[in-house]
């Protein structure tokens, strides 16, 4: 029940296409979901967080969708670019629990 | 000035040896905390710390042994050490409490067991 299930494993796009990275949770008790990108031999960092009042959040060229009913989140990259190549995690935690549950990664390249 | 520095960044060893990661941070951060990422990128928790307390110990091998001498610091010795023990390991802080989620990552100590 802590497992965050995290698909496509890898994504290749044309520059300018949408990537969506897909999340499902099933504790309802987590209430943030972040975001982190991790380049090769870097650590992961954060992109963007949600949490579950709002249906969606948008900073920059990254959005977060959320569904709450469907216990699942997206994130989408508009105009992708190829600096966007990374592996991405989602996350989930649960108040002040010291412990971000991470999903297994998305590789991601973005072709030019 | 790097946020949260580990030394380390690479560690190439034989089966049986015992090593150590260490991790600093200057962030003023109260709790940190090591993950495990295997081949397949997967990130896991292995321990955390509050104010040199131990409050996140997963199930995690007792030859793994966390030590945190000050809140800025917190290092990972590992004995007698196995070839599964080949993975990247990351240090991670945060300020703890209600915005204890946004983790502060280390660039990786990528360990390999010969």
């Known amino acids: 029940q802590q497992q965050v299930k995290q698909s496509p494993q890898s994504l290749i796009v044309q520059k300018g296409g949408i990537p969506i990275i897909n999340c499902a949770y099933e504790n309802t008790a987590f209430d943030y979901f972040p975001w982190y990108q991790q380049f090769p031999g870097k650590g992961p960092a954060l992109l963007i967080a949600i949490r579950p009042d709002v249906s969606e959040k948008k900073e920059g060229r990254f959005t977060i969708s959320f569904n709450k009913s469907a216990k699942q989140f997206s994130l989408h990259i508009m105009d992708s670019q190829p600096g966007d190549s990374a592996t991405y995690f989602c996350a989930a935690c649960w108040g002040s629990s010291y412990k971000l549950i991470f999903g297994s990664g998305t590789r991601l390249l973005v072709r030019p | 000035d790097t946020a949260v520095s580990q030394t380390p960044k690479y560690l190439v060893t034989q089966m049986g040896n015992d090593k150590s990661i260490k991790c600093e941070q200057n962030?003023?951060?109260?709790?940190m905390y090591w993950y495990k990422q295997d081949s397949k990128k997967f990130l896991k928790i292995m321990f955390s710390?509050?104010?040199?307390?131990?409050?996140i110990n997963e199930t995690v091998p007792n030859r793994f042994s966390p030590k945190s001498p000050d809140k800025a610091h917190l290092n990972l010795h590992i004995n007698s050490l196995e070839l599964g023990d080949s993975a990247v390991y990351f240090c991670?802080?945060?300020?703890?409490?209600?915005?204890?989620?946004?983790?502060?990552f280390g660039s990786g100590t990528q360990l390999s067991v010969l």
């Open positions: 962030l003023g951060h109260d709790t």
């Open positions: 991670a802080s945060s300020t703890g409490g209600q915005t204890n989620e946004k983790l502060f």
């Open positions: 710390y509050n104010n040199k307390e131990l409050i």
